[in-house]
């Protein structure tokens, strides 16, 4: 940041440039684009396919989302004139119930919306095969897990674009931003023009996605999407390059922790815990109060309060009973179920990239005693 700071050049620029090609070598997609925060990534993704030339998204289609995501998983989808089809979450891996998907399609459905909840892989491999066989985008909010893998292949990387994000308390550090990852270069460069005012001036010079004219005064300012400014400073870029180097090492933390919180939650039937598929990142500890019994959640977060252990809701819980949701078009899948338990039974607490053992076992002890 000092290094930055000395060269007077703030906004986006040669280290944001370096920390995408790296992320992009790392993550083993062709681009890689970054923005100011994953809920930038997930809005300049939908605007993305929006403005793609071939069978934009438009405005009337379908999305099969899953009912438990970060509340700006679900708001680009609204702001382009998506119709949210809600389905439930499977309880073991809080992630989207995939044996709901045929019956969630229509002849309006458009897309899947993938989310791997706190570092815990979807199932990326069936939600592709689906999108393949009925020819429909999957896009992939990949902001809560970055690291996770599936079947050996990083999670974010499924969808036809997945976004991740770099928030201050995400797997890497940039303190605010974003990332947007696809392997298509026309929705490359569309989100790259959206990234900055919808300008031209970021593009290549042999992008396919507009007619470049022989008059360069009209060419510095000219405008041909109507976008946004989602650009990430200079700081965030320098930040990101050095963070990228500790992903790994720092995911493999949370794992050992993860390891030891496993050990000591997974035989207790008070409590139902995350249930790994493939490699989860482990962003954080999810427990949910086993609904067959009587435990008083009020009492258990209490428990932990006077302990001084951070706790929250799952991510935000049933998005569908949130106020914003009247805004939306939307319909279920069946019941919400699942999606309810984790909101009336559930928290999750925080891990991070340092040996937590201590502290885990900590947890343990006042959970054991609180939950009676
Ligand atoms: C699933 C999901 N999508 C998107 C976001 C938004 O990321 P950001 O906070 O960087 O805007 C979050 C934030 O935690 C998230 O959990």
Sequence with gaps: MQRVIASGKFTMGENVLRFEQQFAEKFGVRHALMVSSGSA??????????????????????AIVPAISWATTYYPLQQYGLKLRFVDVDLPTLNLDVRMLERALTPRTRMVVAVSILGN??????????CDRHDLILFEDNCESMGATLNGKQCGTFGDIGTFSSFFSHHISTMEGGVLATDNTELYHTARALRAHGWTRDLPSDTKIYDKRDDDFFEAYRFILPGYNARPLELSGAVGVEQLKKLDRMVAIRRENAVLFTSL????ERFIIQQENGQSSWFA???????AMKIDRKKVLAALKEADIGYRIITGGNFLRHDVVKYFDYDCVGEMRNADIAHDRGFFVGNHPRDLKPQIERLH???RKAAG
């Design 41 to 62: 990534a997930n809005l300049v993704g939908v605007a993305a396919l929006s403005f793609l030339k071939d069978r934009p998204l438009r405005s009337g289609d379908e």
């Design 121 to 130: 892989p979807a199932a990326l491999d069936v939600l592709r095969q689906f």
């Design 265 to 268: 939650f997974k035989n207790d």
């Design 285 to 291: 500890f999810t427990i949910i109060l086993n609904p």
């Design 365 to 367: 002890e006042v959970l």
